[in-house]
Nanobody
Framework: QYQLVESGGGLVQPGGSLRLSCAVS????????IGWFRQAPGKEREGISC????????LYADSVKGRFTVSGDNAESTVYLQMNSLNAEDTGVYYC?????????????????WGQGTQVTVSS
């Protein structure tokens, strides 16, 4: 059974940073890609980043490029999302999901197993 569990969300002030974790079990990270998605209130879930587990290649949405960094630790079966320079528009529930490698697209339909999400709120 594939499982993904996100953690690290919380309340942060504008300009601050958070690091999210996605701990996976039931599969090897190097066989798949892990995508990060977020869903703001009243909006559709959008893909923001992806990392291929075999070669570590990455993909970012324009909205987070230069501010967010995705990384993986295959030995720990964990993928991280470092988020810097956060603003109110980054508020939402953040999900990680398993998909095919390499990361070519951030379409949610490509990803078939999802975590339960972690809330990120950027507010003063």
């Amino acid at each position: 059974q594939y499982q993904l569990v996100e953690s690290g969300g919380g309340l942060v002030q504008p300009g601050g940073s958070l690091r999210l974790s996605c701990a996976v079990s039931g599969f090897r990270l190097d066989y798949y890609a892990i995508g990060w998605f977020r869903q703001a209130p009243g909006k559709e879930r959008e893909g923001i980043s992806c990392i291929s587990g075999d070669d570590g290649s990455t993909l970012y949405a324009d909205s987070v490029k230069g501010r967010f960094t995705v990384s993986g630790d295959n030995a720990e079966s964990t993928v991280y999302l470092q988020m810097n320079s956060l603003n109110a528009e980054d508020t939402g529930v953040y999900y990680c999901a398993k998909g095919p490698r390499p990361c070519l697209l951030l379409g949610r339909t490509l990803f078939d197993d999802w975590g339960q999400g972690t809330q990120v709120t950027v507010s003063s």
